[in-house]
Structures are given as structure tokens and as C-alpha cells.
């Protein structure tokens, strides 16, 4: 088993910036993708980004540019630094890691709890 710990979220005006973190543990050697999705109320849940172990990531096309995902496999770590956040950025943020390599799979095999992200305007 995985887990998945995620923390950074919060509340923060349209326009700044957050970076939120995702600790795995447990048998974190079965782990190669981790991603990143969110889900707005009353909205389906959706890739925001993902990082093979090796380094390659994916993006949401809406995203690029703003959102950068990163990975610190010495910590067992992921991270995805939000910048020029917008109000319809406002989700929950779910941490997810696959088994996989192919990074642009999206099927994920553990998930975090999730982490709130408010923007105001």
C-alpha cells in the first residue's frame, strides 16, 4: 500500500500563488506516476498534471503555463507550484500515484485525501 499525504492548500486572492505538496509512503518503490487532479463542486474531477520518475510530465492544455508540477524522489515527494491563480481555479486538489510509466496514463492506483484551494477575487 501507498500513502498519499497532501498539504498547501488554502485560501489566496486571484493573481497569487500557491504550492502544494504530496508526501508519499509506504511501498512508494511500486510508484512511478504521480499526479495531480482537482474537482470543483458540481464538477467531474480532471487531470491537472502528471511526472513519470524519470521526469516526463503531462498538462492539462487550460493549465500550461501557470500550474508547474515537480518531483523530488529522494523525499518522496510531489509538488505543483499554481501561480496567477484564478477564482475557477477553486477545487479540491487530489494527489494520485500509479504504477505506471506512461505519463500520459490516468488510471492511478492510490489517491490522497485531497486539499482545498480557494481563490477569491
Known amino acids: 500500500q501507498v500513502q498519499l499525504v497532501e498539504s498547501g492548500g488554502g485560501l489566496v486572492q486571484a493573481g497569487g500563488s500557491l504550492r502544494l505538496s504530496c508526501a508519499a509512503s509506504g511501498n512508494i518503490f511500486s510508484i512511478n506516476r504521480m499526479g495531480w487532479y482537482r474537482q470543483a463542486p458540481g464538477k467531474q474531477r480532471e487531470l491537472v498534471a502528471a511526472i513519470t520518475s524519470g521526469g516526463t510530465t503531462n498538462y492539462a492544455d487550460s493549465l500550461k503555463g501557470r500550474f508547474t508540477i515537480s518531483r523530488d524522489n529522494a523525499k518522496n515527494t510531489v509538488y505543483l507550484q499554481m501561480n496567477s491563480l484564478k477564482p475557477e481555479d477553486t477545487a479540491i486538489y487530489y494527489c494520485?500515484?500509479?504504477?505506471?510509466?506512461?505519463?500520459?496514463?490516468?488510471?492511478?492506483?492510490?489517491w490522497g485525501q485531497g486539499t482545498q484551494v480557494t481563490v477569491s477575487s
Open positions: 494520485a500515484a500509479s504504477r505506471s510509466s506512461y505519463a500520459l496514463g490516468s488510471s492511478y492506483d492510490f
